[in-house]
């Protein structure tokens, strides 16, 4: 882990600016997971700081070793507060983990979560298709 990610996980903003600053690298990844800092925020469940990792250019798709992003942490906790901060920043609701799971599938029987999520009924090869792509 680096000291940002140490900042993060003790919820300590000032420390993470000044550590940002410094020239310390958001979307580092750490070692053992491939955890950033945003996925660590997503795991402390704080959603001030979730959203202050979003506004200090963190990757909102940025991805673990295991494929996930901070929204499959967020869906995983069913943290309803946290996906929708993630999803306004954008995050992709079909990116899939190595175990070929997207966001989508996890929130799978939780309408609260699903109901964030862009809903298109014609897919093609999991994107959704407009009209002015026929």
Request: with cysteine; hydrophobic share 40%; aromatic share 4%.
């Given at each position: 882990?680096?000291c940002?990610?140490?900042?993060?996980?003790?919820?300590?903003q000032?420390i993470?600016?000044?550590?940002?600053q410094?020239?310390s690298?958001?979307?580092?990844?750490?070692g053992?997971?491939?955890?950033?800092?945003?996925?660590?925020?997503?795991?402390?469940?704080?959603?001030?700081?979730v959203q202050f990792?979003?506004?200090?250019?963190?990757?909102v798709?940025?991805?673990?070793?295991n494929?996930?992003?901070?929204?499959?942490?967020?869906?995983?906790?069913?943290?309803?507060?946290?996906?929708?901060?993630?999803?306004?920043?954008?995050?992709?609701t079909?990116?899939?983990?190595v175990?070929?799971?997207t966001?989508?599938?996890l929130?799978?029987g939780?309408?609260?979560?699903?109901?964030?999520?862009?809903?298109?009924?014609?897919?093609l090869?999991?994107?959704?298709?407009?009209?002015?792509e026929?």
């Amino acid at each position: 882990r680096t000291c940002l990610h140490v900042a993060t996980l003790t919820k300590d903003q000032e420390i993470i600016e000044l550590l940002l600053q410094k020239g310390s690298q958001i979307d580092a990844q750490d070692g053992t997971s491939g955890k950033t800092s945003l996925h660590m925020s997503v795991e402390v469940g704080e959603p001030a700081l979730v959203q202050f990792m979003l506004r200090r250019g963190a990757s909102v798709d940025a991805t673990m070793y295991n494929g996930c992003t901070a929204l499959h942490l967020a869906v995983g906790r069913w943290d309803t507060q946290i996906a929708d901060i993630l999803c306004q920043a954008g995050a992709d609701t079909l990116l899939p983990n190595v175990e070929g799971d997207t966001a989508q599938d996890l929130a799978s029987g939780n309408i609260d979560i699903l109901a964030l999520f862009p809903f298109d009924d014609i897919k093609l090869m999991g994107r959704p298709v407009t009209r002015s792509e026929f």
